[in-house]
């Protein structure tokens, strides 16, 4: 049986705040938020009983969901979490800070493995035509070959890149579960533990999404070199779940569950996967990355694999659809009704020859989104941002493609719905940028850079695109600095720990 725990709830509220809404910011859509129900509970008193033990980050500038604060504090409490955010100090000072606060965001789907072969793949034989299958055969080699501890010394490092970048929090989709010959660890959640260590010793925050794996395609047999990401079924999926939910909340992590996508499991298997699910728990899986998947769920399913999953599975707003690429109109809406999120990862998807994600129909429906690193060919979500727009402008051919019905700023817009989008992927809900409550996490932009300091209004449309990495002066995680002047704080030993086990591999 599946055990009814409820995941860890840390980071501030699940439900969406009730009450008379605030009015929108026109290019965000979103309204200066009010601590959250779950942050009240948390932090009684935001203005004065709480005062003892708060401290002071002072800024040059805070961006907030109406735009920057400037000069901008930020009040953390001892645990660093935010107890509020105005523009003059009156307590201590942690420190002064020539430096812009932008919100971290979450990294939306990650694998952290196949960091390993970033850069590895971008040759062919002459007369060949390669894509995301012929790619998928080399990510196999690599994913038969690692072990526990490279798998942690990749994930190691890498997790504290992605906080270099601004990502403060990663969702790890999981599925590289079992020992190279598909036998089970002793313990079986061995891999998956050594992927929370991992994220601790970075000092990011980790929702681990384990994903159920059983086929190798649409009513096909799982092939050998699969051996490794296989359950037998999903009661055995679900006592793994069980042993991670006892361990994971030792961790900075929280936990979730998904499915590979539609072709790793049976009809009937994917209905009782997502029928019985812990209340509050995210759900992720990658759909639609690939037309020849489409096609096959069509020809043997029925039925496109969107419209199947949205026909069958009650889909809401705790389910992340990962790329979502080729769907039709009747889909997004189906998608946009549904509320849940799409994790778009555009240098993955460019890389791979994935195709568009629909924007411009997406958008008009006032579907959910953010942006996910993927294979990690991009670390930065800037880059990330920046590739998502350049696409739907070399599709339409137009500039500045998401300014309509009130947006004004495609930076402004992008953030927002990749802040909030990512948010959701983790299976929170706050509204401000900067919640009362939530761990004081954002990536600090350099006042001394020379277009930092001439820019006001358009600081963050020059962060996505005319990014320079001298721009960031450093990343703050839980009220600390994790990353400062490009160096993390466990900056030799990641390093030293990750060329040592790849070089081994
Ligand atoms: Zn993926």
Request: with cysteine.
């Amino acid at each position: 049986m599946w055990v009814s725990h409820e995941t860890r709830v840390a980071r501030g509220a699940h439900k969406q705040t009730g009450g008379a809404a605030p009015k929108p910011h026109p290019n965000t859509g979103v309204a200066l938020g009010q601590p959250s129900s779950f942050a009240k509970k948390l932090i009684p008193s935001a203005g004065l009983g709480y005062a003892l033990g708060m401290k002071d980050w002072v800024f040059d500038g805070v961006l907030t969901e109406n735009g920057w604060m400037s000069p901008g504090v930020v009040s953390v409490d001892e645990h660093g979490r935010i107890a509020g955010v105005q523009s003059t100090s009156q307590r201590e000072v942690i420190e002064r800070v020539a430096g812009f606060a932008i919100p971290g965001l979450v990294n939306g789907h990650s694998h952290a493995f196949q960091y390993a072969m970033a850069g590895l793949a971008e040759h062919a034989a002459g007369n060949t035509e390669d894509d995301f299958w012929s790619w998928r055969e080399s990510m196999y080699q690599l994913a038969l070959n690692v072990d526990v501890e490279q798998v942690k010394a990749i994930a190691g490092w890498l997790y504290g890149q992605m906080l270099r970048f601004g990502y403060t929090t990663v969702v790890e989709f999981h599925y590289l579960h079992h020992n190279k010959d598909g036998s089970h660890y002793e313990p079986q959640i061995k891999m998956a533990v050594a992927l929370c260590e991992a994220a601790r010793d970075a000092g990011i925050h980790l929702v681990l999404v384990p994903v159920y794996y059983r086929l190798g395609g649409f009513g096909a047999p799982a092939k050998d070199h699969q051996r490794r990401f296989l359950f037998q079924d999903v009661a055995a999926y679900r006592r793994f779940i069980d042993d991670l939910i006892a361990v994971v909340p030792q961790f900075d992590a929280e936990l979730g569950m998904g499915l590979h996508s539609l072709r790793a499991a049976g009809r009937r298997e994917v209905i009782d996967l997502f029928s019985h699910v812990p209340e509050r728990m995210v759900r992720h899986l990658h759909i639609s990355e690939q037309q020849s998947e489409v096609d096959d769920c069509l020809s043997m399913w029925g039925a496109r694999p969107v419209e199947w999953l949205v026909n069958n599975v009650d889909v809401g707003p705790w389910f992340s659809l990962v790329h979502a690429t080729h769907i039709q109109d009747h889909e997004v809406k189906a998608l946009c009704q549904s509320q849940a999120n799409v994790v778009i990862c555009p240098t993955t998807e460019a890389n791979l020859g994935d195709g568009f994600f629909p924007m411009h129909a997406y958008q008009k429906g006032g579907g959910h989104w953010c942006i996910g690193s993927d294979s990690h060919v991009g670390l930065n979500p800037a880059e990330e941002l920046r590739w998502l727009d350049y696409g739907q402008r070399l599709l339409q051919e137009k500039r500045n493609v998401f300014c309509r019905n009130g947006v004004t700023d495609s930076a402004s817009w992008m953030f927002t719905q990749a802040l909030m989008g990512g948010r959701r992927a983790t299976g929170h809900f706050d509204r401000s940028f900067f919640s009362v409550g939530l761990p004081f996490d954002a990536l600090i932009l350099d006042s001394g850079h020379p277009l930092m300091a001439t820019r006001d209004s358009s600081r963050l449309a020059t962060w996505v695109y005319a990014f320079d990495p001298q721009m960031l002066m450093g990343t703050v995680k839980s009220g600390q600095w994790w990353v400062r002047h490009g160096e993390h704080r466990h900056q030799s030993t990641l390093q030293a720990s990750f060329v040592d086990r790849v070089q081994s591999l």
